[in-house]
């Protein structure tokens, strides 16, 4: 079983940048894909990023890509999401999930996919 926890969510203006941080443990880290999902208030939740457990493949969300980077570190067990050029339609609560695939370049973008999830943090974009 692996347990996440979300880090670095905050209040900021449109334009500005954040980097979020999900620490995981629990289980191997390299041979976990990871995934970053939003949800705003009254919305659905969305699926925003995705990285395999060997870091090679990512994939981004149409509305984050060019503006949102996802990368890990398995030495630290970590995976971040860089977010920059942020808009007041990304404010939402984020949350990191994780799925212990036996495919190290795999990605998933389906949150049914995951098994396991962090509490969240909150990203407000607001002026």
């Known amino acids: 079983q692996v347990q996440l926890v979300e880090s670095g969510g905050g209040l900021v203006q449109p334009g500005d940048s954040l980097r979020l941080s999900c620490a995981a443990s629990?289980?191997?880290?390299?041979?976990?894909?990871m995934g970053w999902f939003r949800q705003a208030p009254g919305k659905e939740r969305e699926f925003v990023a995705a990285i395999s457990g060997s870091g090679d493949t990512t994939d981004y969300a149409a509305s984050v890509k060019g503006r949102f980077t996802i990368s890990r570190d398995n030495a630290k067990n970590t995976v971040y999401l860089q977010l920059n050029s942020l808009k007041p339609e990304d404010t939402a609560v984020y949350s990191c999930?994780?799925?212990?695939?036996?495919?190290?370049?795999?990605?998933?973008?389906?949150?049914?996919?995951?098994?396991?999830w962090g509490q969240g943090t909150q990203v407000t974009v607001s002026s």
């Open positions: 629990g289980r191997t880290f390299r041979s976990v894909a």
């Open positions: 999930a994780a799925n212990p695939t036996i495919w190290p370049s795999a990605t998933y973008s389906n949150s049914g996919m995951y098994v396991a």
